[in-house]
T-cell receptor, first 113, second 116 residues
Framework: KAGVTQTPRYLIKTRGQQVTLSCSPISGHRSVSWYQQTPGQGLQFLFEYFSETQRNKGNFPGRFSGRQFSNSRSEMNVSTLELGDSALYLC????????????FGPGTRLLVL | GENVEQHPSTLSVQEGDSAVIKCTYSDSASNYFPWYKQELGKRPQLIIDIRSNVGEKKDQRIAVTLNKTAKHFSLHITETQPEDSAVYFCAASIGVFAGGYNKLIFGAGTRLAVHP
């Protein structure tokens, strides 16, 4: 099976802009979780989607949002970008949720200038 | 609260030695504890996991132990090799519903360096 893919891999934006990141899970996986990874904060949970429904959300401001489509592909959006949003954004998929093995994508590295 | 503490933050060992990384979690409802290895510039990859109904699990040179009473779990790597050098993350899955409505809370990571 093909692994988890994320697009784009690299992105440079300026403060105030918005960005949309995409994640395609492993075929047959219905759960997609998003994480923000920074050197200072490690891996932080953003949200999890299952069958187009957000089931869990981390402690991030409302500028961070996401959605999942009927084919399980997921997008996350960050509006009004701030310098502190610079990070590696990872998505992970699993068959049923975060109690199962999570398979990570390669990540999207976002730089906000 | 939802918190996973991981120690040490850095660990340096000689090839062939053992390495131990410890994590504690705060939510007694946590029921799944995976460990991920992340090499430089690569994605995290699962190396071993343990569920709350098991006290220990081993896979070749890697083992994980869980103490539910004390709410801590540990990763043990024996006969370390230079290719074990990476950042290791522990995580705890907090269960809300039996149907799998969990979220993974990660520790801050341990940078392991294995010197030849």
């Amino acid at each position: 099976k093909a692994g988890v893919t994320q697009t784009p891999r690299y992105l440079i934006k300026t403060r105030g802009q918005q960005v949309t990141l995409s994640c395609s899970p492993i075929s047959g996986h219905r759960s997609v979780s998003w994480y923000q990874q920074t050197p200072g904060q490690g891996l932080q949970f953003l949200f999890e989607y299952f069958s187009e429904t957000q089931r869990n959300k981390g402690n991030f401001p409302g500028r961070f949002s996401g959605r999942q489509f009927s084919n399980s592909r997921s997008e996350m959006n960050v509006s009004t970008l701030e310098l502190g949003d610079s990070a590696l954004y990872l998505c992970a998929s699993s068959s049923r949720g975060t109690r199962e093995t999570q398979y990570f994508g390669p990540g999207t590295r976002l730089l906000v200038l | 609260g939802e918190n996973v503490e991981q120690h040490p933050s850095t660990l340096s060992v000689q090839e062939g030695d053992s390495a131990v990384i410890k994590c504690t979690y705060s939510d007694s409802a946590s029921n799944y504890f995976p460990w991920y290895k992340q090499e430089l510039g690569k994605r995290p990859q699962l190396i071993i996991d343990i569920r709350s109904n098991v006290g220990e699990k081993k896979d070749q040179r890697i083992a994980v132990t869980l103490n539910k009473t004390a709410k801590h779990f540990s990763l043990h790597i024996t006969e370390t090799q230079p290719e074990d050098s990476a950042v290791y993350f522990c995580a705890a899955s907090i269960g809300v519903f039996a149907g799998g409505y969990n979220k993974l809370i990660f520790g801050a990571g341990t940078r392991l360096a294995v010197h030849p």
